[in-house]
Each structure stands twice: as C-alpha cells, then as structure tokens.
C-alpha cells in the first residue's frame, strides 16, 4: 500500500496515501507559573474517508488540560522507541465519542505528544503508530 511520509517536530509518520492534510498549525501558548514562560505547539489533523487522525506535539513538555477523558480499555504499544498505551474513551475532550488516544514522553528536548484517532479500529491505529519515528534518534 502506497505511504506518505508527514514530519512533525522530531517525528515522521508514515501515513496511507488516502490520508490528506486538514489542518497545520504551530502557536506559541504561555505555560502556567511564573510570566515569560512558554511551550510550543504543533497540530496536525489528516482525514481519509470515515476517518481522522490528530497530532499534538509540544516542547517543552506543556502539561495541557484539553478536557476529561473516560478509559473503557488499554492496550500496549511501541512508538518511536518508547513503551506507551492504546486507550479507547467513551469521553474525550470532554465530549462523548469513542477516540484511540496515545500519549508520548521525549528528551531531550523535553517534549510530548498525543496522538488520537476517529474511525480506525485497534489494528489501524496500532499500525499508524509502529510506523512513526523519531528524526532525531540514532
């Protein structure tokens, strides 16, 4: 099957070719504490037909709360060479809807990542992740 590889920050995700770009942003958002201290984020969004995938990616490491979250399963997973979890909401972002969510921790830099889909099943998004890699890593 045909990929397109997408560069975000430090990572690359190797996409099926049906995904297209639907939203790019990079902001600067002021972190909670002491004034002048900032985090950068970045945002991808990529649809195929019946379904979405999202990216955030901050540096430093941007503790955001983008709403309550309820878990009805977990899973393992490898993503850039780090151990993580696959987990499957009823509530995310504060909304009912059924996501696939992973989260990731890098250093140095000290950054994160979320990564969530709509529309994939457990296999999908399992497969999306094993597939991104960090730029920066030997």
Partial sequence: MPVTVWVVAILSLSLPAEYRIADSTSERLALPGPPGL???QEFRAWNAPGKSLYLFYWVPRAPRDLGPMTAVGEWPAHVAGHETRIIET???MGQ???VLVAHLQFGPPESSAMIYA???DRREFASILAGIKRRDAP
Avoid: D, I, K, N
Wanted: without cysteine.
């Fill in 118 to 120: 709509r529309g994939l």
């Fill in 96 to 98: 009912q809807q059924r």
């Fill in 38 to 40: 900032y985090a950068t």
């Fill in 90 to 92: 009823s509530m995310f």
